[in-house]
């Protein structure tokens, strides 16, 4: 990988290379504007409580905490109030395997069964690269989970994959918790430890993020949110995760606002990853038509504003989590709560309002409206319903080996406003648009498309 790919992926973290180590210092004080923003976003959702935080250039440089961390004792959200992150920890994930990939453990070809024994087959024959970028074609074990406080055993994983892969290795994308699920295996396989000590010394200890942790459902964590899910109106404490799921590598860990600055500067420099290895933690989802899902290992990759921009987002019962960075600003922001169910709260909103409440004009929500064109035309009418089936003769290859695609769940009418935003250039072919709609009541989203050069959709996030 030379030179201008790893800045690159520096770019896509919010930091820039030789950029200072953050330090514990107090954020400073949020404009009062942007305060009265996002106390309009959680007033009135349910969340019993959480947080936005937000780096800039490898500095603490945003907290809005709002509500109760826990109930009984009641304990307000702090900047070190630890939040189950979900889905955001496959990114720690796969920084540990890459670690095993640098260490010449083994390498991002290599079939998981050649260092993981005792797996069927089509576990087994499936290349690592496969594993780390959802292009496994593994169906997702959590389908079959309908009781979190069970642990999940290695007979219930091989089962939910017993009937095949959905597609051959590289053929798609598709997401799949059984892909780092079974990451985790490798992981304690290859370092004879296990996951969460892993991850504490091999990755946030070095780090010197000082609350960072794997989670523990059965041990007392100091600082550790509580859960809750929110039915209608009643609040009640959420179902209480089995604890080898609660720490599992498809998205078992702890962060607290003050984690978020040291994590985006170490993996700025060489603490954790060097050189080639942290490229590759960027490197794009290979696909065998040539193109390339914007996926590369536990992390969505876009542009915005013509520089890097990675977000992911993420659930377990009781929290929900969305992280951005945006490599043009150097801003890195999360959005957690510790209450899942009938909440509305907007926590792709809240990220959005606080990156510009802190450095404006830094994301895609400020950007204006481009021309519309025909390829804007014939998504109006596929997205007419709300989350309707495209229709197979717009979507190509990789969306039909996937299993399809749905509009997203908003409809578009002829009164609303559905437009353009701005385009890239796809990696290996094709192009992407990110889309915005405004609806009746002036509500604003946003969705990207991939579309191939005979104008076929091969993308929708």
């Not at 290349?127 to 989970?145: A, C, E, R």
């Not at 990156?355 to 895609?364: C, D, K, M, V």
Request: include cysteine; glycine fraction near 10%; aromatic fraction near 8%.
């Amino acid at each position: 990988m030379d030179r201008r790919m790893v800045l690159a992926a520096m770019a896509g973290l919010g930091l820039a290379p030789g950029v200072a180590r953050a330090d514990d210092a107090a954020p400073p004080a949020l404009p009062s504007r942007l305060s009265a923003a996002l106390d309009d976003l959680v007033a009135d959702s349910g969340s019993v409580g959480g947080m936005v935080a937000a780096s800039l250039h490898g500095r603490f440089a945003g907290f809005y905490g709002w509500g109760d961390a826990r109930r009984s004792p009641k304990r307000p959200v702090t900047p070190d109030t630890l939040f189950h992150v979900g889905s955001n920890g496959k990114f720690v994930t796969a920084v540990a395997v890459l670690q095993l990939v640098q260490a010449g453990r083994l390498t991002l070809a290599d079939p998981l069964g050649r260092h993981v024994p005792g797996l069927p087959p089509v576990l087994a024959q499936t290349p690592i690269t496969h594993l780390l970028h959802q292009t496994s074609g593994l169906p997702d074990y959590l389908d079959q989970v309908e009781d979190w406080s069970l642990p999940v055993t290695r007979r219930m994983v091989f089962d939910a994959v017993a009937e095949g892969r959905d597609f051959e290795p590289g053929e798609a994308w598709a997401y799949s918790n059984t892909n780092y699920f079974v990451l985790g295996w490798l992981i304690e396989r290859l370092s004879g430890m296990s996951y969460a000590d892993y991850v504490s010394a091999r990755i946030f200890r070095p780090s010197r993020m000082p609350n960072a942790r794997a989670d523990s459902s059965v041990e007392p964590i100091p600082n550790r949110a509580q859960g809750f899910t929110l039915d209608g109106d009643r609040v009640s404490k959420a179902e209480e995760m089995e604890d080898a799921m609660s720490r599992a590598a498809d998205g078992g860990v702890l962060f607290s606002a003050r984690d978020i600055a040291p994590w985006a500067v170490v993996l700025a420099d060489d603490g954790l990853l060097a050189g080639v290895a942290r490229g590759q933690l960027f490197s794009p989802a290979r696909l065998s038509t040539g193109r390339a899902a914007p996926y590369g290992c536990g992390v969505f990759m876009e542009t915005c504003r013509q520089a890097a921009y990675h977000h992911h987002s993420g659930s377990v019962p009781g929290f929900e989590s969305q992280r951005m960075a945006f490599g043009g600003s150097g801003i890195q922001v999360w959005a957690v709560t510790n209450t899942d169910g009938d909440t509305d709260l907007p926590l792709d909103k809240l990220c959005l309002a606080m990156a510009e409440g802190l450095a404006p004009n830094s994301t895609y929500a400020s950007l204006p409206l481009l021309p519309t064109d025909a390829r804007t035309a014939i998504l109006r009418r596929a997205f007419g319903r709300a989350e309707a089936d495209l229709p197979r003769t717009l979507m190509a290859p990789e969306l039909i080996a996937s299993g399809g695609e749905t509009a997203p769940d908003w409809g578009v009418r002829g009164d609303h406003v559905f437009a353009p935003v701005e385009h890239w250039q796809g990696t290996g072919g094709g192009t992407f648009t990110r889309y915005r709609w405004v609806g009746d009541a002036g509500e604003t989203d946003h969705v990207t498309v991939g579309w191939t050069p005979e104008d076929k959709v091969f993308w929708i996030y």
